[in-house]
């Protein structure tokens, strides 16, 4: 039986998480003399159960994203109910043999890193009789362990998408360099994403293009203050829960 102080405590600790991250977002806004509805406010899933990813959706964020497709496909069945309904977005690494698995519940796949892999979506979106919406994502650092389409080749990536059929370019996502790593500077690796996507207008559509995806916990202000309009956003979400 579902204790219903423990309900009660989680909504309150999930509303004071999201009010202070909103409350984050509308400072950098300010900050940036940008509208806070410029930007979307995405909650990473990854490390909290389904009750807690329910409770954030139904205390107002409606954007959730996992990084393992089977976990996606898992919470989005379990949640398939909930009011109003979640938009899943994937933000790891997507195996091509892992894009029907998908398909059904994502409403952005925000790792298009490759050719190959946009040749799978858009031929598993054509058999599902839909298009797919996709951002490419760029790697910003020279961290191997960091997926993502070196800058140097986004172009062409970008360009493969744009003329896709059944897929829907949106925009680009990329990370900032870690913390720790050596001459670190988050706001700097933002602005040449943004200054990417303004270059790549010559090869897509502007409104292909609208899109940037950065900034996560610890570095969403300094995204904002260079033109993200999505922060992809876990612990600061999920304090004290998880």
Not at 111 to 133: M, P, W
Request: glycine share 6%; aromatic share 2%; charged share 25%.
């Amino acid at each position: 039986m579902t204790d219903p102080s423990a309900e009660d405590a989680l909504r309150e600790r999930c509303l004071a998480n999201l009010g202070s991250v909103q409350r984050r977002i509308a400072a950098a806004c300010e900050a940036a003399g940008r509208a806070t509805d410029e930007i979307r406010l995405i909650a990473v899933t990854k490390y909290v159960d389904a009750a807690t990813a329910r409770c954030v959706a139904e205390c107002g964020c409606g954007d959730l994203a996992e990084s393992r497709p089977q976990r996606l496909r898992e919470l989005a069945a379990a949640l398939a109910d909930t009011r109003p309904a979640i938009r899943w977005h994937l933000v790891g690494h997507l195996q091509r043999n892992k894009v029907r698995m998908i398909l059904p519940a994502v409403a952005l796949v925000q790792t298009l890193d490759s050719e190959r892999l946009l040749e799978a979506i858009a031929a598993e979106a054509a058999a599902a009789g839909r298009a797919c919406d996709v951002l490419v994502e760029v790697n910003l650092t020279t961290d191997p362990g960091r997926s993502g389409v070196a800058e140097s080749d986004a172009v062409t990536l970008v360009a493969a998408a744009a003329a896709s059929p059944h897929v829907r370019l949106r925009g680009l996502m990329g990370m900032a360099a870690r913390p720790d790593s050596p001459a670190a500077d988050a706001r700097r690796d933002f602005a040449r994403l943004r200054r990417l996507r303004d270059s790549l207008e010559s090869v897509a559509p502007a409104e292909t293009l609208r899109e940037l995806s950065m900034g996560m916990s610890g570095d969403f202000e300094a995204a904002i203050l260079e033109g993200s309009t999505m922060v992809r956003i876990g612990s600061a979400l999920f304090e004290g829960i998880a």
